[in-house]
């Protein structure tokens, strides 16, 4: 039961960011395997939703060159 409770806060606050409904759930269920296996249910809702988006962000942010926090990683995609 709670972690109903604490799957809908995080949708919830997905919405408050931004996020329409459908994209809120996707989004989140799209994360929360990876993101429950490191973080645990530990961070509160908000937190846990602040590192969904994050994850969700960075995972859509296309490579820029200029950017040194970045690191091409394309030639391992075309590999697989």
């Known amino acids: 039961m ?4 604490y799957i809908q806060g995080v949708i919830s606050e997905l919405q408050q ?4 409904c459908e994209q809120a759930r996707d989004v989140f269920f799209r994360h929360y395997r990876d993101m429950k ?3 645990g249910l ?3 809702v908000s937190d ?3 590192l969904v988006d994050e994850f969700e962000r960075s ?3 296309k ?3 200029e950017d040194p926090n970045q690191i091409f990683i394309g030639h ?3 590999e697989s």
């Open 48 to 50: 846990f939703t602040k």
């Open 17 to 20: 960011l931004g996020y329409p």
């Open 76 to 78: 391992l995609h075309n």
């Open 2 to 5: 709670m972690h109903k409770h």
């Open 63 to 65: 490579y820029n060159p």
């Open 37 to 39: 296996r490191t973080f």
């Open 42 to 44: 530990e961070p509160n």
């Open 59 to 61: 995972s859509k942010r």
